[in-house]
């Protein structure tokens, strides 16, 4: 007599779309596959871009974004969240809203706000609904400096001001935070920073000279992959910025510009 399988880990993103391919969902399932979890998707915006830039943005209607979200909790088991883009505060609003349905999911938050060519993906008046709401929400909160510049309305320029807004952007409210140091020179090096109320720790890494496309929506997934799987913060954000960095090391350039793809084939996490 012939057994089914057991039902599979899903983790969801709520995140835009990448016509290009190199980051935002198609990143995301990407990421998730590597990992041996189940990936799930809803489609908070569509994006016309490649690897030059975002020509064009369209958000759906927030009823069928939350219709994508409950048929995804209707059947799935589903253990993590991450979230990405969300262009507007009605699309904020509505993600939280439907989150609350399931309290004790941990969510990843990678407050996407401008794209690498410099494009801006979030309105002014989302910026506070994700001050306010989503944040306050989030298990770990993934920004890069230009993010957490917005976030906090103010300048880091050194190492001493990246650890003063470690501290600032966890008084928002995330239960982690992650201050990616990709944006921010300090060296030869890379320095990421990580701290929630029982641990913190500062990642090194050489810098990698690669122009990468979706290395934050590929981190941020990989660290919700992490947590479905048991992990804890601080054990998942680790274990994802590995998994960026072997990625950055596997990458290439699929378009006419300078810009690179990460490398998830051949980089299964064990």
């Not at 979890?37 to 009823?63: C, D, F, M």
């Not at 274990?239 to 051949?266: C, Q, T, W």
Request: glycine share 10%; proline share 4%.
């Amino acid at each position: 007599m012939s057994t089914s399988p057991s039902r599979a880990i899903s983790v969801l993103t709520i995140a835009g779309s990448d016509s290009g391919g190199g980051a935002g969902i198609q990143a995301d399932l990407k990421t998730f596959a590597a990992h041996r979890v189940h990936g799930l998707s809803a489609i908070a915006a569509l994006t016309a871009q490649h690897t030059r830039g975002v020509t064009a943005v369209h958000a759906p209607p927030v009823a069928f974004l939350r219709a994508q979200i409950d048929a995804c909790f209707d059947d799935f088991d589903i253990r993590a969240v991450k979230i990405g883009m969300l262009a507007t505060a009605e699309i904020v609003d509505a993600v939280v809203d439907a989150l609350a349905q399931h309290p004790e999911l941990p969510i990843v938050v990678d407050p996407v706000m401008i794209a690498t060519s410099g494009a801006k993906l979030l309105d002014d008046n989302a910026l506070g609904a994700l001050r306010g709401r989503l944040i306050p929400r989030a298990h770990v909160l993934t920004p890069n400096l230009p993010e957490a510049e917005l976030l906090l309305g103010r300048a880091i320029d050194g190492g001493a001001a990246a650890d003063a807004a470690l501290a600032a952007l966890r008084a928002l409210g995330a239960q982690g935070v992650l201050l990616k140091g990709g944006h921010l020179h300090e060296g030869d090096e890379v320095v990421d920073r990580y701290a929630d109320a029982a641990a913190a720790f500062t990642h090194r890494a050489p810098r990698l000279e690669i122009d990468g496309h979706g290395t934050g929506c590929t981190l941020s997934s990989a660290i919700a992959a992490r947590l479905a799987l048991g992990d804890d913060g601080a054990a998942a954000c680790r274990a994802g910025i590995g998994y960026v960095h072997r990625a950055m090391r596997d990458a290439y350039r699929p378009g006419r510009s300078d810009v690179s793809v990460l490398g998830h084939l051949g980089r299964l996490a064990p």
